[in-house]
């Protein structure tokens, strides 16, 4: 962003309390008078109107950046759903255009097997979208088939939700009718599961980061 190291230095010298929260909740700590870092590291306060966030997470926020400390400790440990198939999944789009890559590592019984992309070298948005998507999903849907075939468990892990989610309910809808393209139904139902699994938010619910305003 190259408005940001202007930015950052200007609200770094004021110690604006957007340093640490976000668009959503600096409004509110500001409307409740918590301006700055300081303010709110000392904040004792009930819940402020129109902040949605747990004033004590932005408060322990305020503390680690005053203390120039980067995450702070939700819980003992990550706990993350854990299976006897898991795929990792990484997804690369470029802008608003198309996913160009569904990458997969495969595990089974704790063994790596290894990665295995779904790929498109055409410029998106493409056409040829529609046949690594429906490559990659059909790697998925067996994976997870053979799974519960064999009695095992199976779990699909993600970085971030918003990220994969938009682009398989959208290339779900804009591929509908193109051979191997799931019905939206379907992805739906799968991101719905406890079988996909958003390590954004298990990392989420075990750490705070003061840098995750910026």
Not at 69 to 80: A, G, S
Not at 130 to 149: N, T, V
Not at 159 to 164: C, K, L, P, R, T
Not at 184 to 204: C, L
Request: hydrophobic share 45%.
């Amino acid at each position: 962003m190259p408005w940001w190291p202007q930015c950052a230095q200007t609200l770094t010298e004021a110690r604006d309390v957007s340093l640490v929260a976000d668009g959503r909740s600096a409004p509110g700590l500001r409307e409740a008078g918590i301006g700055t870092v300081d303010q709110l590291a000392e904040y004792a306060g009930p819940q402020p109107e129109d902040v949605p966030v747990p004033i004590a997470d932005l408060r322990a926020m305020a503390r680690a950046w005053r203390d120039g400390q980067v995450l702070v400790r939700r819980q003992p440990e990550v706990k993350v759903r854990r299976a006897d198939v898991e795929v990792d999944v990484d997804m690369e789009s470029y802008q608003e255009y198309g996913a160009y890559l569904w990458g997969t590592w495969l595990r089974r019984d704790g063994v790596d097997l290894g990665y295995r992309p779904f790929v498109t070298w055409d410029p998106v948005p493409t056409r040829d979208e529609a046949r690594s998507f429906a490559e990659f999903w059909a790697f998925l849907m067996d994976r997870r088939a053979e799974a519960h075939a064999t009695g095992r468990t199976f779990a699909a892990y993600c970085y971030s939700q918003n990220a994969e989610n938009k682009w398989l309910l959208a290339s779900a809808d804009r591929f509908a009718g193109e051979p191997g393209v799931p019905a939206r139904r379907a992805v739906e139902e799968f991101i719905a599961s406890p079988e996909w699994v958003d390590m954004f938010d298990a990392v989420g619910d075990a750490f705070l980061s003061s840098t995750a305003a910026a």
